[in-house]
């Protein structure tokens, strides 16, 4: 799957899960290494916010207060499910 990719629904999971459907495709990101490694994520830590996740129009996924990740990042959290 490429970046191009257009993520069509997003659902969050405890404790740092996401659920991103694709065209036809579903796959599981991890985010737990980001949010405990950057401390620009730290909102993300709680659930209450994590859960307001929201697709950007370029493709990514945001958060109300700023938080992303690209297109092109998305991958680098998959997981195998």
Do not use: C, H
């Not at 694709?22 to 405990?36: A, M, N, R, V, W």
């Not at 994520?41 to 209450?48: A, E, Q, T």
Request: charged share 25%; proline share 6%.
């Amino acid at each position: 799957m490429n970046s191009a990719t257009k993520i069509t629904q997003i659902r969050a999971e405890p404790p740092y899960f996401l659920y991103v459907m694709f065209e036809g495709k579903e796959i599981t990101l991890d985010l737990t290494p980001l949010i405990e490694t950057r401390e620009a994520f730290w909102r993300l830590k709680n659930f209450r916010y994590f859960r307001n996740v929201g697709i950007d129009p370029l493709g990514g996924i945001f958060w109300s207060e700023g938080e992303d990740i690209s297109p092109t990042k998305i991958f680098e959290y998959e997981i195998n499910s």
